[in-house]
């Protein structure tokens, strides 16, 4: 895999393949979304199922109205206020986005990423570009061009290296179809910062049977080595450490930058910020130095913790159990 100029990722997908682009959360494997055959190079690329949607990634608000229906004017405002940002906009789609993008919904998810290579890309193109993370399905989410050459290797022609991603988790998808506009997945932009502009806002149930939007269904986010979320005090983190590595397992702890004590006696201890800039990154990090099992503490950050029960598919240690 190269390092494409724009230029060459233009002509790339100009001519209906895949590559790898950054954005401002996560780097993302983009094909032309008006085009089933480039499409479909991406679900083959990443083993992604079928039913699981794609985002589709433009770069200004007129594209908006030539691949949907029936906006509000709610939605014109977050558009307003948000992009180009890690806000991803369902609406209703008016059938230009091939329907393996939508997985055959109504809808078609939008955002404008803040990153300028790939507006520089989308602008020199003018088509949209369908752009799922640039990893295999269900791994960390890369963000940096480095993560993007570990999963793909040789299976896409390409990336454009954008540096690493400043916000690094993914966007926020709020589907403004619904009768109260709700939040299919946390990201980027909370929930108090949307009702500042629009009012009431829903959250929805992350476990219906088909997803309306990327990281509602399936486990994502897993790195290699088993993950665990654990509740309760020092003592008990201690004593999980402890147990598994009795096993012979190497251990490794994540932990918040505001966590007071730290040393809980792992093998490899990872620091990740509030608001999870690093969390990809020292998942992949952990594999890299051979951990088995990854012990996370309760983050506050709510964004932080839907991607942690994501990747833990759940599992959680807690003290009360014991």
């Known amino acids: 895999m190269k390092n494409l100029t724009l230029a060459e990722a233009a002509e790339l997908l100009l001519s209906g393949e895949v590559v790898a682009i950054p954005t401002e959360t996560v780097y993302g494997l983009a094909a032309d979304a008006t085009s089933s055959v480039a499409v479909s190079k991406i679900f083959k690329t990443k083993g992604r199922p079928a039913d699981n949607p794609l985002i589709v990634h ?5 594209q908006v109205d ?45 955002r404008i990423p803040n990153h300028k290579l790939t507006l520089a890309l989308l602008q020199a193109i003018k088509i949209p570009l369908a752009a799922p993370s640039a990893n295999l399905s269900g791994k960390p989410s890369p ?25 690094g988790l993914e ?27 629009i009012g009431q806002v829903a959250v929805a149930d992350a476990t219906a049977a088909k997803p309306r939007a990327p990281g509602m269904k399936y486990t994502h986010y897993s790195p290699d080595a088993r993950v665990y979320l654990v509740k309760g005090s020092v003592e008990h983190f201690r004593k999980t450490v402890a147990s598994f590595q009795a096993k012979n397992l190497k251990v490794g702890v994540m932990h918040s930058e505001n966590t007071s004590e730290h040393d809980v006696g792992a093998d490899v201890i990872k620091t990740v910020d509030q608001q999870g800039q690093r969390l990809y990154a ?6 890299a130095d051979g951990v088995a099992v990854i012990l996370c503490e309760f983050f506050t950050d709510d964004v932080v913790m839907n991607r942690l029960l994501k990747a833990s598919e759940e599992r959680i240690l807690s003290e009360m159990e014991n």
């Open 58 to 62: 433009i770069s200004n608000i007129a």
């Open 143 to 167: 963000t940096s061009a480095a993560h993007v050459k570990h999963d793909l290797k040789q299976l896409i022609p390409g990336v454009v290296d954008g540096g690493v991603c400043q916000v």
């Open 171 to 197: 966007s926020t998808v709020i589907d403004m179809t619904a009768k109260i506009p709700t939040i299919l997945r946390p990201g980027g932009i909370c929930k108090q910062q949307i009702e500042a502009v």
């Open 66 to 110: 030539a691949l949907a229906c029936d906006i509000s004017a709610s939605a014109r405002l977050l558009m307003e206020t948000f992009w180009p940002g890690p806000l991803t906009i369902i609406l209703k789609t008016n059938g230009v986005v091939s329907k393996l993008v939508t997985a055959d919904l109504a809808t078609v998810g939008l």
């Open 282 to 287: 020292a998942m992949r990090e952990f594999d």
